[in-house]
């Protein structure tokens, strides 16, 4: 089960230390490690936290330079396209100067829309891992569940030059296994806090109202750029979240100015 840590006191979680621990290692549910965003950029390393001070300090691109120590952020992610919707997706998020992280799917999506692979990372959004087929990690053998992954690395490399560095696992399932191959395959593992279920509604005023309904301060929202409603929900969103001082960023850039640290799990 995943228990919610900061990196200064992340410890090995190897070992039965209470009856109730050792219930859940019967039951096969094994422990990783899990920190909140907040809590990442609190730990980040030294040299990291000035790296990222001196960066900021000399200016630049606006959205690669915002500090979520400061801002008030949220992160956007969308997951399982690229899809026909996603140029349009992008186009809405060039007009409100919006970056976010696309957990892209390899299996009729990638692999068949490598123009909107590149389009996505072009115009500085986040390439991000969502496995090949939509397999629950936790269902599958540990080979196969490396090759879900690996395969979308090898792809997205192949597409843009750039290999992926956050996955997130299809249904939010993860494991201590699931974390170890992440963490060979340098793969940070990222959940969310809101969700609109997009997937069994069309109703783009409802996915709206639940996502602004949830959104809080280091959140991240997930969404799917494959489903009717979606897109069409995301210039109202885009627009309510700055009205409320919202500034809207990547995974990576609300992690910052800690980076993702491959097998750790990301959860508000």
């Known amino acids: ?116 692979v590149k389009r996505i990372d072009a115009e500085g959004h986040e390439l991000a891992n969502h496995t090949w087929s939509h397999q629950i990690l936790t269902e599958i053998k540990p080979d196969e569940a490396k090759r879900e992954l690996s395969r979308v690395q090898d792809e997205v ?17 993860t494991d201590g296994t699931v974390s170890e191959i992440s963490k060979e395959l340098g793969l940070a593992q990222v959940l969310w806090s809101v969700t609109a279920k997009d997937y069994e509604t069309t109703d783009s005023a409802l996915i709206t109202k639940r996502v602004l309904d949830q959104t809080k301060r280091d959140g991240i929202i997930l969404l799917h750029d494959i489903y009717k409603g979606t897109v069409p929900a995301v210039p109202g969103i885009l627009k309510e979240l700055k009205k409320r001082g919202y500034t809207v960023v990547t995974v990576s850039q609300l992690l910052s100015p800690a980076k993702p640290e491959p097998g750790m799990a990301y959860r508000p």
């Open 157 to 173: 490399r192949k597409i843009t030059g750039k290999t992926p560095t956050l996955m997130r696992p299809p249904q939010g399932r």
């Open 1 to 116: 089960m995943p228990k919610q840590i900061s990196a200064a006191r992340r410890s090995s979680m190897v070992g039965l230390l209470t009856a109730a621990s050792l219930a859940l290692a019967l039951s096969g549910c094994a422990s990783y490690d899990v920190t909140a965003p907040a809590d990442a950029r609190a730990d980040a390393p030294a040299a990291d936290v000035k790296a990222k001070d001196a960066k900021d300090t000399k200016g630049g691109d606006a959205g690669s330079d915002v500090d979520c120590r400061k801002a008030k952020c949220v992160a956007l992610t969308f997951d399982a396209g690229p899809s026909e919707n996603t140029n349009r997706l992008l186009d809405i998020l060039k007009e409100n100067k919006a970056h976010a992280t696309f957990f892209m799917l390899g299996k009729n999506h990638i692999a068949e829309r490598p123009a909107e």
